[in-house]
């Protein structure tokens, strides 16, 4: 039996993908008092959709799990804040990772370099195209990670100056992490809810509480081509 697993952040995000697995044939279990739905998407492809918890180490946590219970493509969604060229509601597809809150230039590294190993990860280019090819006018940047939630203007513009950054959230870097050392493919397609200015924390709970089924019918279907195309 092939494996996929999906990894998403926050309760609210994660609620219309239970809603819609649990209607259908399903198992639960738990990781660390962490929730995961297992289902079927087709004969042969079992999926282990985890509600992993916000922040890196618990996204991080999520992915090594993953990774060990034997799942060969990992998938992300959530909400991110806006950084450059994208707006409120937009959904993107994060094509490169880094996490912003790691700092080594006092002596002497560059911002978020991590001595001795990759600092920037990639997604998949396979994963990449199949996304392209679903949402041609998808819209494709850098994800600036870090456990904090950024509603800070100069926080933003330094974000956006320093690294070119897409979009902030708490999670992708850290799952990116894991899985560009275990071999993993990876990618995660996020929307935008803020402008991580002042009034980020009001929009991000007005967007995080509709309940949209946008981003998770989008990543059960991306996980069924994924499947088709990549196991």
Do not use: W
Not at 37 to 56: D, H, P, Q, R
Not at 159 to 181: G, H, P
Not at 208 to 217: I, R, Y
Request: aromatic fraction near 8%; charged fraction near 25%; include cysteine.
């Amino acid at each position: 039996m092939k494996k996929l697993g999906i990894i998403v952040a926050d309760s609210d995000e994660f609620r219309p993908l239970a809603d819609t697995v649990t209607r259908g044939e399903h198992c639960e279990e738990f990781f660390l008092k962490r929730r995961i739905l297992k289902f079927k998407i087709s004969e042969n492809t079992e999926v282990f959709a985890m509600l992993c918890g916000i922040g890196k180490v618990n996204a991080a946590a999520a992915a090594a799990h993953l990774v060990d219970i034997g799942c060969e493509i990992i998938l992300n969604y959530g909400l991110s804040g806006g950084i450059s060229g994208v707006n409120r509601g937009d959904i993107c597809v994060c094509n490169k990772f880094l996490e912003h809150d790691f700092d080594l230039t006092t002596i002497g590294y560059k911002p978020c370099e991590k001595p001795g190993q990759a600092y920037i990860y990639e997604a998949d280019k396979r994963l990449l195209k199949l996304i392209r090819e679903m949402l041609p006018d998808i819209k494709a940047g850098t994800a600036a990670t870090g456990d904090r939630f950024v509603c800070d203007p100069v926080l933003r513009d330094f974000l956006k100056n320093e690294f070119n950054a897409m979009s902030c959230d708490m999670e992708t870097a850290a799952i990116a992490y894991v899985c560009e050392y275990a071999g993993i493919p990876f990618a995660a397609v996020r929307k935008i809810s803020d402008d991580a200015g002042a009034d980020a924390a009001d929009s991000y709970r007005e967007m995080n509480s509709a309940n949209e089924t946008v981003l998770s019918d989008f990543i059960l279907d991306l996980a069924r081509s994924a499947a088709e195309l990549i196991l």
